[in-house]
């Protein structure tokens, strides 16, 4: 599966990483399987890592209808996380401002884009070693 992710509890992190093209069938199972995990909770922060993304689904519907899924995971207990998009090349810049998008009905999701490891850390609060050793390990 292209899309995987590692919940980093210690940091209230889930790292979600895209390889190759984007499905959206395979970003909700995926979503799924991380709904259901033990380890879920509302309010843990995303980092979705697009620097693999070689393309994507453009179905904004469906994508819609993806992120109110996600929504109601995200922000039970009246939770704000921060969604922060690593989008270092142009295909992963564009996936990801449509992914921006189709979240501007859901006020409470804070999302974000940036280019480099080192901005997505400083947002998120965690020092680049941390996450590259968190992943190392996870």
């Not at 210690?10 to 970003?27: C, D, F, P, W």
């Not at 401002?97 to 999701?109: D, T």
Request: proline share 5%; with cysteine; hydrophobic share 45%.
């Amino acid at each position: 599966m292209p899309v995987s992710f590692r919940i980093l509890k210690s940091h209230k992190l889930v790292y979600v990483r895209y390889e190759g093209h984007a499905n959206i069938g395979e970003t909700i199972a995926s979503f799924g399987q991380y709904a259901s995990h033990p380890d879920c909770e509302p309010g843990q922060n995303q980092l979705i890592d697009l620097s693999g993304l070689t393309g994507y689904d453009k179905d904004f519907a469906r994508m819609m209808e993806t992120q109110a899924q996600k929504a109601d995971v995200f922000l039970a207990d009246g939770a704000q996380p921060m969604v922060v998009y690593l989008s270092p090349t142009k295909i992963s810049q564009k996936m990801s401002a449509m992914i921006v998008k189709s979240w501007e009905p859901f006020v409470a999701i804070i999302p974000i884009i940036v280019q480099s490891v080192s901005e997505a850390c400083d947002i998120l609060g965690v020092h680049s070693v941390d996450l590259k050793e968190a992943l190392k390990v996870a």
